[in-house]
């Protein structure tokens, strides 16, 4: 499950049935990052923690 949270619930839910490898975090990217906004409008921010995918 790849989720985009915000303080008001989810912009976005990816879920898929193996491991995510670094295609799927591509595509969620792509599908995700048209609902943030510039800074420092509310969802301006995005933060990723240190997964390999998220490296890739």
């Known amino acids: 499950i790849l989720p985009a949270l915000t303080l ?3 912009i976005a839910l990816h879920v898929v049935p ?4 670094s ?6 990217v792509l599908n995700d990052l048209p ?3 510039p800074w420092p409008q509310p969802c301006s921010v995005l933060i990723l ?3 390999n ?3 890739s």
Do not use: A, L, R
């Open 8 to 10: 008001d619930g989810y």
């Open 35 to 37: 609902k943030m906004n």
């Open 18 to 21: 193996d491991s995510v490898d």
């Open 49 to 51: 923690d240190n997964c």
């Open 23 to 28: 295609i799927e975090f591509y595509d969620f």
């Open 53 to 55: 995918t998220h490296k």
